[in-house]
């Protein structure tokens, strides 16, 4: 059983927005910080959002004023809202836990041309 499965993504238009869903699994979600990652080629795995298991955020200061990270405590769910896009957000987006200790899903790739 796949304990992270996130999607949403797609190719966008530089200035679109997408919508990134990822389900995981209530023993590793329930009272837990979680955190949108990404990893464009080449670089290393960034972390761009967090929520705490009471939904205070937090963001990169590459993703801030764009991206909207929130949770569905009762569906296990996160979301990240991606708006006025950029070319350098192209990358394939992961959730995990706050300090990313849970085994990796397959990501969603998210492609933003110019």
């Known amino acids: 059983q796949k304990q992270l499965v996130e999607s949403g993504g797609g190719l966008v238009q530089a200035g679109g927005s997408l919508r990134l869903s990822c389900a995981a699994s209530?023993?590793?979600?329930?009272?837990?910080?979680m955190g949108w990652y990404r990893q464009a080629p080449g670089k290393q795995r960034e972390l761009v959002a967090t929520?705490?298991?009471?939904?205070?955020?937090d963001y990169a200061d590459s993703v801030k004023g764009r991206f909207t990270i929130s949770r569905d405590n009762a569906k296990n769910t996160v979301t990240l809202q991606m708006d006025s896009l950029k070319p350098e957000d192209t990358a394939v987006y992961y959730c995990?836990?706050?300090?990313?200790?849970?085994?990796w899903g397959q990501g969603t790739q998210v492609t933003v041309s110019s």
């Open positions: 995990n836990r706050r300090w990313g200790d849970v085994s």
């Open positions: 209530g023993r590793i979600f329930s009272g837990y910080d």
């Open positions: 929520i705490s298991s009471g939904g205070t955020t």
